[in-house]
């Protein structure tokens, strides 16, 4: 991947989470996207002292799988270093909402395979688990077309 597409994808990256910050401050205001590489979750929404992990995976669209990262310098990240109560991946289709507990299940009672990469922007290795996207979304709670907020945490 060229500089260019690693900088489109994370300014990508960053307008999906600010959509999802913007659509959870229209119900609770006082919820916040946390800036910078804080590697536990994203946002937090003080209202419900609740954690969120906001993921992109338009690549899932084309590929068929989520991708799910563990590990990456040789210390946990992603799955294996969240605090978050819930995650929200978007594919570019769909907002996937789920627990990580539950993605720990899907891998763990599927036996999935970690496989090891260097993915696209990235100069060092990492550990990732792909999940068949129909898979997943048999773990999900809440899977959306549209993104509502009401839907996930209270009409």
């Not at 959509?19 to 209202?47: C, H, M, S, W």
């Amino acid at each position: 991947m060229t500089s260019e597409a690693f900088v489109r994808d994370l300014q990508r990256g960053k307008e999906i989470e600010g959509n999802i910050v913007n659509a959870l401050k229209a119900r609770f205001p006082a919820a916040t996207l946390i800036d910078g590489k804080f590697k536990e979750y994203d946002a937090f929404i003080p209202e419900l002292s609740r954690k969120l992990e906001i993921k992109m995976d338009e690549v899932s669209l084309r590929t068929g799988r989520i991708l799910i990262e563990l590990e990456m310098f040789g210390k946990p990240s992603g799955l294996l270093s969240t605090t978050a109560d819930d995650w929200v991946i978007y594919t570019g289709k769909q907002y996937l909402w789920i627990k990580p507990i539950k993605i720990f299940e899907c891998i763990l009672l599927n036996n999935l395979k970690t496989e090891t990469i260097v993915g696209n922007g990235d100069s060092n290795p990492k550990t990732v688990c792909f999940i068949q996207n129909d898979l997943f979304k048999k773990y999900c709670h809440t899977v959306q077309e549209v993104l509502r907020i009401g839907e996930v945490y209270g009409n």
